[in-house]
């Protein structure tokens, strides 16, 4: 492969609303922990987020219907929070 081809985009961080709408799409160039980290910062930091997943950068889609690699929500971060 040539450095003038497209590649992967990385990782695809999307946070979502309580009715399943994508609020937010960033991508990683990081790896599944740091996409994780960036993850918990955006459902700290998005209001109307209730959860985020964690998808494969395959290319331009606008909904991420497969399943994601990881999924954090606002109960997760609730539970961190206790312990």
Same mark, same amino acid.
């Given at each position: 492969?040539?450095?003038?081809?497209? #590649? $992967?985009?990385?990782?695809? %961080?999307? =946070?979502?609303?309580? !009715?399943?709408?994508?609020?937010?799409?960033? #991508? $990683?160039?990081?790896?599944? %922990?740091? =996409?994780?980290?960036? !993850?918990?910062?955006?459902?700290?930091?998005?209001?109307?987020?209730?959860?985020?997943?964690?998808?494969?950068?395959?290319?331009?889609?606008?909904?991420?219907?497969?399943?994601?690699?990881?999924?954090?929500?606002?109960?997760?971060?609730?539970?961190?929070?206790?312990?």
């Amino acid at each position: 492969m040539s450095s003038s081809e497209p #590649t $992967s985009s990385g990782l695809i %961080v999307i =946070a979502r609303d309580a !009715a399943g709408q994508i609020v937010t799409r960033i #991508t $990683s160039h990081r790896d599944l %922990v740091g =996409a994780m980290h960036t !993850a918990r910062c955006v459902l700290k930091l998005k209001l109307d987020a209730v959860r985020v997943e964690v998808h494969h950068g395959e290319g331009p889609t606008l909904e991420y219907c497969g399943k994601p690699l990881a999924i954090v929500s606002q109960e997760d971060l609730l539970i961190e929070q206790t312990r």
